[in-house]
């Protein structure tokens, strides 16, 4: 059975994407990595391609950005990946997503156990969002998504990519039946929201935002603005866990975004309970 790995951005270093650290982290795993680098105004190509690993695929593309509308050119440019494995399953990892060594055998056990039961499409991740720093996860972001899938013609990205969908009857993955998918037992570390400056923070915000909106909206919203603070840190909930391997440099060179009281001592947390329900 052959696994393919796949992913896309540009702009990944200037925008301080942990994308080293992202395909790595899957390399043991993957037989093939497929890696859509669209035209960047830093060296997101060489970083790429510095990584030292036969199983790196690089495709170079060019994003259009007249599809800006709900950022579907996000799931354009990551199914120009998804179109280049050749793997019997792929796996998608977005750019500032890493996975834990000791997940990979629980990955590799799921994919044997479901390879032939026809009814599963796909795999399903569990996420730990960490948000403003490495020791502080925000539960109120989305929980579940689908990461591995069947290689087999019947899935593809879809919206922004955020998941999948089936292209007989664009029912999405995640919200469909449920016996279209298994749990893989394992998590996916999303760090987007980890940035070492506000100034970098902000810079991602804006960029994801591009490809939702135009160019007035964004004028009028950020024209005004040198940086983004996390307003809602004192909320967020303690991590606990240990980071995958790949990410030790990042974390010990990191620190902590501000001193945070027990957020249980917290009325805002509370409220924010009352308001989105208690999730973690």
Known sequence: MRLSGFTFGRNLVKLDYPVVESITSILPLVDEMVVN???????TLEVIQS???PK??????????QMRRDGRVLSYQANIALSQCSGDWAFYIQADEVVHEND???IEAAVKKYADEE????????YYHLDGDYWS????????????IKNDGKLEVCGDACGFHTKEDKLFMKDGPKSRWAWSG??????GWVKTTPRALLERKKSLEFFYHDDSYLEQKYSRLEDLKIDYYDILKEFRGTHPSVMKKRVEE?????????????????????THGFKG
């Open 37 to 43: 680098v669209g035209a960047s105004e830093d060296n």
């Open 51 to 53: 990584i030292p690993s």
């Open 56 to 65: 790196i695929k690089i495709i170079e593309s060019i994003w259009d950005e």
């Open 104 to 106: 990979l055998p629980i």
């Open 119 to 126: 009814r599963i499409l796909g795999l399903m991740f569990r």
């Open 137 to 148: 996860i925000n539960p109120w972001r989305y929980r579940k998504e689908i990461r591995l």
């Open 186 to 191: 394992a998590h996916i570390y999303h760090y």
């Open 254 to 274: 990191s620190g902590r975004l501000a001193k945070r009281r027990n957020r249980w001592l917290n009325f805002r947390f509370y409220k924010e309970v009352f």
